[in-house]
């Protein structure tokens, strides 16, 4: 007896139309979430400078000449040149992102192994006779 063909469930456009507002929900939330809980990045130091210079923000001429194109000088250029972001990197924060990746991708395996015997067995498991 042969098998039915896999017919996957219909969706509506309705349906279609919720599911991509949700993704996009997912989306801005897992971009925004962070940031908002102040888990994103490791902040600024600022260094202050007294009676600041060009030489003693570090500027040589020609950067000078650019920031004064801008209309910067020493004084107000101080307070830019002294914010420097932090670029921590935590070891831990990368192996528990590798750790929800790696489980989410085997739990998608796993999860839809079914649809994935079912598929294969309509495409390849049919009554030819053996060569």
């Not at 979430?33 to 600022?46: C, D, I, Q, W, Y």
């Not at 003693?56 to 101080?78: C, H, I, R, Y």
């Amino acid at each position: 007896m042969r098998k039915q063909p896999y017919e996957p469930p219909a969706q509506s456009v309705f349906g279609q139309i919720v599911d991509a507002f949700i993704m996009l929900a997912l989306v801005l939330v897992t971009l925004y979430v962070p940031l908002l809980l102040k888990l994103a990045g490791g902040g600024t130091t600022t260094s202050t400078f007294d009676n600041p210079t060009w030489e003693t923000l570090g500027q040589n001429a020609t950067m000078a000449t650019q920031w004064e194109k801008l209309g910067f000088d020493p004084t107000s250029a101080a307070a830019i040149i002294g914010v420097k972001f932090d670029y921590a990197f935590s070891w831990i924060g990368f192996a528990v992102t590798a750790a929800v990746i790696l489980l989410y991708f085997v739990g998608m395996l796993r999860w839809s192994d079914k649809e994935y015997r079912e598929v294969i067995a309509e495409r390849f498991d049919d009554d030819r006779p053996s060569a």
